[in-house]
């Protein structure tokens, strides 16, 4: 119930290109979903979040898309580049309740 | 600088050998947690506190204690380490604790032989 589904587990992509990564989460009683984005060496820092009464959220390239129905959200990067090759790590929280998911290492090609 | 300091960033210890890790928020938050990282398994919070005083459990307590004190000061014990607590610990700070922004430090590197 308070497990968050992530995938892939790594991604490679083409500057330029779009990276995709999607969660799970089968508790419904979370109602705020952060992405963290974590480079080597450091802490993870918030990258963009979303609440379930909307479906999406944009913030320059980064675009959160969420299905209420489908208990599923996702990270959109569009414009993919070098300087976004990270750890992403989606998650879920309810009151004093934050779960992680395992997180997707992405690499961006030059 | 609002930031959350953590130390120390590296340790290599013995098993059984009593130790600190030491964690500090400058930005008057209420809400404090470690999270301990492993490959493949993400972050999992260790402890949480909600205010001065108060403590509670989270996903992996086993083998660890909080204590909070101050608001600004959140450390993790561990009483009588052992090799499976080998990890990265990652101390974090949110101003409250529903759906709000979480800050990290910067990690303490553990191992235990």
């Known amino acids: 119930q308070q497990q968050v589904k992530q995938s892939p587990q790594s991604l490679i992509v083409q500057k330029g290109g779009i990276s995709i990564i999607n969660c799970a989460y089968e508790n419904t009683a979370f109602d705020y979903f952060p992405w963290y984005q974590q480079f080597p060496g450091k802490g993870p820092a918030l990258l963009i979040a979303i609440r379930p009464d909307v479906s999406e959220k944009k913030e320059g390239r980064f675009t959160i898309s969420f299905n209420k129905s489908a208990k599923q959200f996702s990270l959109h990067i569009m414009d993919s580049q070098p300087g976004d090759s990270a750890t992403y790590f989606c998650a879920a929280s309810y009151g004093q309740n934050f779960v992680f998911g395992p997180g997707t290492r992405l690499s961006v090609l030059p | 600088e609002a930031q959350v300091t953590q130390n120390p960033r590296y340790l290599i210890t013995v098993t059984g050998k009593k130790l600190t890790v030491t964690c500090s928020q400058n930005?008057?938050?209420?809400?404090m947690s470690w999270y301990r990282q492993d490959p493949g398994l993400g972050l999992r919070q260790i402890y949480y506190s909600m205010n001065v005083e108060v403590t509670d459990k989270g996903d992996v307590p086993e083998g660890y204690k909080v204590s909070r004190k101050e608001k600004r000061n959140f450390p993790l014990i561990l009483e009588s380490p052992s090799p499976n607590q080998t990890s990265l610990y990652f101390c974090?700070?949110?101003?409250?604790?529903?759906?709000?922004?979480?800050?990290f430090g910067q990690g303490t590197r553990l191992t235990v032989v």
């Open positions: 974090a700070s949110s101003r409250q604790v529903l759906n709000t922004e979480a800050f």
């Open positions: 930005m008057n938050h209420e809400y």
